[in-house]
């Protein structure tokens, strides 16, 4: 169950979430399709760099309370916790009896929250909950609750993230680079990547965080057309018809994959 200062309650369902959705929904959440298809892609290990990379980055500040807006499947959540204790267990760190880490999965998609929370946990000392709610909207969480928050191609409220976040915590986000996915662009399949998407970023977190870290990865994936269906499928591109079938296509395919991991820093705004 949870409380609010104001004394109200809200009870976790069957799934395992809470969902704070109030009013009517001008915007919707991945589908259970969109989420099948990220399954299908991210399991086969094409965004394995870039899961370790985050991991790498959020373990290093030891967190206890990890909070993933824009969570979908829980794939990066996951890596970011199997990153945490493989810390605690590492032979050049220090022994320590400390608390488990409590993480929150937050999505506007129920089903991208229900599918994060039934996947369980890394680490049986952590917890993983899942939260309903709308990332543009005051967030549902308290001041200072969160000692990092990652935030993986999903949209970002700047000042709700210096409030939930704890002083001196870490924002973690990934954006795509223009290179992402230039084949599938340039074949009609996929969206175009705004050119400036690092630039707004930095702008638009300028007051209350200061930028600390900045990881590029880069790589040529060999797909096949199954591959190139599911990761067409699993993000913006699918609410868009393409002007093929990318299932259709015969034989593998080069596609190019492109990210930028930004770290900032909580300040005082």
Not at 63 to 81: A, F, K, M, S
Not at 118 to 139: E, F, K, N, Y
């Amino acid at each position: 169950m949870l409380a609010c200062s104001n004394g109200h309650r809200f009870d976790t369902n069957r799934r395992g979430f809470a969902s704070l959705i109030v009013g009517s929904r001008k915007l919707i959440g991945d589908s259970a399709a969109m989420l099948d298809a990220r399954d299908t892609f991210l399991e086969r290990g094409w965004y394995t760099e870039l899961r370790d990379a985050l991991g790498a980055l959020v373990a290093a500040e030891s967190p206890l309370r990890v909070i993933d807006i824009g969570c979908g499947t829980g794939y990066y959540l996951r890596g970011v916790l199997a990153a945490i204790a493989a810390s605690r267990r590492s032979p050049d760190s220090p022994p320590v009896q400390a608390p488990g880490v409590g993480a929150l999965a937050m999505d506007l998609s129920a089903a991208a929250v229900a599918r994060t929370v039934r996947a369980g946990l890394i680490d049986p000392d952590s917890s993983t909950h899942g939260l309903v709610a709308d990332v543009w909207s005051p967030l549902p969480v308290r001041d200072g609750a969160a000692d990092v928050a990652i935030n993986v191609f999903a949209p970002r409220n700047p000042a709700e993230f210096h409030r939930i976040l704890a002083p001196g915590a870490l924002l973690a986000v990934v954006v795509p680079h223009p290179g992402h996915l230039q084949e599938l662009r340039a074949a009609g399949l996929a969206l175009d990547v705004h050119g400036n998407k690092t630039d707004d970023l930095v702008a638009g977190l300028k007051f209350g965080f200061h930028l600390e870290s900045t990881e590029d990865l880069s790589r040529v994936l060999l797909l096949s057309p199954g591959d190139v269906a599911a990761l067409i499928g699993m993000g913006p591109s699918s609410h868009h018809a393409p002007t093929t079938d990318p299932a259709d296509r015969s034989g593998s395919t080069e596609v190019t994959v492109a990210f930028r991991l930004l770290g900032f820093r909580r300040t005082e705004a």
